[in-house]
């Protein structure tokens, strides 16, 4: 069986966890980290399994394990997730907004053919991505708006200099329209979906993003459009928010953990 190191023990780390304890992905989670000691804490005391708890990010990836999942932040990919590449480890990464800064994708690029290791990017809170793969050189332009109720935005770095009062809106509002490059500097918890379909498609500066805050709303939808030589994809996808995380939709977690299964097992493939 396959043996894991988990970065990160908030509510998406401790939900995969808790799949491989319960048997739904065949792999043992042998080591496990996060910066507070209290998340990984709590996290060991959930688990039947007890995962050793490592003192820093590093040492997950020194140890015998065959892939480490990344469930902290951008922080800790940039932090990480180099070394481990050079420790000879796959990567699984949740926080993919970090591989929008050129440097990092580079260096982990060439990481990856330089230790042949893979890095693992599940399709997150969206799908069709197999589809926007399969014509990215036939794509012309491509855009994804995503509505969340006010309170799933709350904490982004964009409301540091922003007038906008997510308390005071009633309506169905738009926070934010640019670049996927830009929301994912500026909302770095909230708008991965972004930065995982502009990887797949036409790159960061030419994906398009708007942001909807709508107070009536119990659901995160993503609604993605590509036009090109090709003909034209429309997929609108509503999540409900995961109830220990609103800022990230349930599908997020279901497919980090269909992804980390995928990795751990011997089965016919479906999809490209």
């Excluded at 990464?93 to 990092?104: F, H, K, T, W």
Aim: overall charge negative.
């Amino acid at each position: 069986m396959k043996k894991i190191g988990l970065l990160g023990c908030g509510a998406i780390g401790t939900q995969i966890a808790l799949a491989i304890d319960e048997g739904k992905i065949p792999a043992i989670l042998t080591h496990i980290f996060d910066d507070s000691k209290e998340k990984s804490s709590t996290l060991h005391a959930k688990l039947k399994n007890k995962p050793e708890i490592v003192e820093n990010s590093h040492l997950l990836s020194s140890n015998s394990v065959d892939i480490v999942v990344e469930a902290a932040s951008q922080d800790a990919v940039k932090d990480a997730a180099l070394s481990i590449l050079q420790n000879k480890k796959d990567l699984m990464i949740m926080s993919v907004g970090a591989l929008l800064d050129e440097s990092i994708y580079d260096i982990l690029s060439d990481a990856c053919q330089d230790f042949k290791k893979t890095i693992y990017l599940p399709s997150g809170a969206i799908a069709g991505l197999d589809g926007i793969k399969a014509i990215k050189d036939e794509l012309d332009s491509l855009s994804i708006t995503t509505t969340k109720h006010p309170r799933s935005l709350k904490g982004a770095k964009f409301f540091e200099t922003s007038e906008i009062n997510l308390d005071e809106i009633n309506s169905v509002t738009t926070i934010f329209e640019g670049t996927a490059k830009q929301a994912v500097s500026l909302f770095p918890k909230n708008i991965n979906v972004a930065a995982l379909l502009s990887l797949t498609g036409i790159g960061s500066e030419k994906t398009r993003v708007t942001i909807m805050a709508d107070p009536d709303t119990d659901k995160n939808t993503h609604q993605i459009e590509a036009n090109g030589s090709f003909g034209k994809m429309t997929f609108t996808i509503e999540n409900f928010p995961d109830t220990h995380n609103p800022k990230t939709s349930r599908l997020a977690i279901l497919s980090a953990i269909e992804t980390l299964r995928k990795y751990c097992s011997n089965d016919i493939q479906i999809g490209t």
